[in-house]
């Protein structure tokens, strides 16, 4: 998929836009990624960053990564993608002169969005107006409770099964790799630890069953306690892994949540119980 930030980089042809900020490629997003891909035309995506509440001063935690976001965007198949620089002007401007200067130049003939979907100063424009002033609009309904925010809500529990139903994938912890204190070494389970990016939603504490790099992963999420900890850390040990991995980015899929985080009465309970988490890591399956 072909990447750009600025209207001018993409040829003017007949294109079906689907618009959004698209954060998680949740099921409703991918309905209207499918619905630009089904139109006929050239399959693009107009999306926005920093998110739209960021640049106006509200707090959002994200699902995805700019980077992430455009994987999926890709893997769902749309050709070409403008990433849009949301600022305080681009706020300002009205509805038609959004069109004028965002959808009409790449020419744009059919726009697709869910059916909730605003735009412009105020959010005073919607897919009716761009009915009105002459595109083929296709109005996606909304997939039941499949909205970003009820995401947040389930991961922030930690419930990463019940949002991978609505994701339509497993949930994700996405971050660099970076040098931890090196204790998991010493009980004989060596952990990558993320670095996270500090605008991106982490999931609750936990230990968790899942993925990374295509081999399953023993996950943990909290301040292990174990230790007296009181920082987050994301640390993951990959299963039958040698290598390196310090500096990479790295996606860490989250299939199960195993357990609450805890203090353990000795060293050696708390090596037995890591044993029992990669032995059921092994057994865990991707959500259905």
């Given at each position: 998929?072909?990447?750009?930030?600025?209207?001018?980089?993409l040829?003017?042809?007949?294109?079906?836009?689907?618009?959004?900020?698209?954060?998680?490629?949740?099921?409703?997003?991918?309905?209207?990624?499918e619905?630009?891909?089904?139109?006929?035309?050239?399959?693009?995506?107009?999306?926005?960053?920093?998110?739209?509440?960021?640049?106006?001063?509200?707090?959002?935690?994200l699902?995805?990564?700019?980077?992430r976001?455009?994987?999926?965007?890709?893997?769902?198949?749309?050709?070409?993608?403008?990433?849009?620089?949301f600022?305080?002007?681009?706020a300002?401007?009205?509805?038609?002169e959004?069109?004028?200067?965002?959808?009409r130049?790449?020419?744009?003939?059919?726009?697709?969005?869910?059916?909730?979907?605003?735009?412009?100063?105020?959010?005073?424009?919607?897919l009716?107006?761009?009915?009105?002033?002459?595109?083929?609009?296709?109005?996606?309904?909304?997939?039941?409770?499949?909205?970003?925010?009820r995401?947040?809500?389930?991961?922030?529990?930690?419930?990463?099964?019940?949002?991978?139903?609505?994701?339509?994938?497993?949930?994700?912890?996405?971050?660099?790799?970076?040098?931890?204190?090196?204790?998991?070494?010493?009980?004989?389970?060596?952990?990558?630890?993320?670095?996270?990016?500090?605008?991106?939603?982490?999931?609750?504490?936990?230990?968790?069953?899942?993925?990374?790099?295509?081999?399953?992963?023993?996950?943990?999420?909290?301040?292990?306690?174990?230790?007296?900890?009181?920082?987050?850390?994301?640390?993951?040990?990959?299963?039958?892994f040698?290598?390196?991995?310090?500096?990479?980015?790295?996606?860490?899929?989250?299939w199960?949540?195993?357990?609450?985080?805890?203090?353990?009465?000795?060293?050696?309970?708390?090596?037995?119980q890591?044993?029992?988490?990669?032995?059921?890591?092994?057994?865990a399956?991707?959500?259905?």
């Amino acid at each position: 998929m072909r990447v750009v930030r600025e209207p001018g980089e993409l040829t003017r042809t007949p294109r079906a836009v689907a618009l959004g900020t698209f954060d998680g490629v949740h099921l409703g997003h991918r309905r209207v990624l499918e619905a630009a891909i089904a139109a006929g035309h050239t399959a693009t995506v107009v999306t926005f960053d920093p998110h739209p509440r960021m640049a106006l001063g509200y707090g959002v935690e994200l699902l995805a990564t700019l980077e992430r976001r455009l994987e999926l965007i890709g893997e769902a198949g749309i050709e070409e993608t403008l990433v849009v620089d949301f600022d305080l002007e681009l706020a300002q401007l009205g509805p038609e002169e959004f069109v004028d200067r965002i959808l009409r130049p790449i020419g744009t003939e059919v726009v697709v969005a869910g059916t909730n979907f605003r735009f412009g100063r105020g959010r005073s424009g919607d897919l009716a107006l761009l009915e009105r002033i002459g595109f083929d609009v296709r109005a996606v309904p909304l997939v039941e409770n499949a909205s970003s925010s009820r995401i947040r809500d389930l991961l922030r529990g930690g419930e990463v099964e019940r949002a991978a139903r609505l994701l339509g994938r497993p949930a994700e912890v996405e971050g660099t790799v970076v040098a931890g204190d090196a204790r998991g070494g010493t009980l004989g389970f060596p952990t990558a630890n993320l670095r996270a990016d500090p605008q991106l939603l982490v999931p609750g504490y936990g230990i968790y069953a899942g993925e990374a790099e295509s081999r399953r992963a023993a996950i943990s999420i909290g301040t292990n306690p174990h230790y007296g900890g009181g920082e987050r850390r994301i640390e993951a040990f990959l299963l039958d892994f040698t290598g390196d991995l310090y500096g990479r980015r790295l996606v860490l899929q989250l299939w199960q949540r195993l357990r609450d985080e805890r203090a353990f009465d000795s060293e050696d309970d708390l090596v037995a119980q890591i044993a029992r988490d990669v032995e059921a890591t092994r057994r865990a399956h991707p959500p259905a």
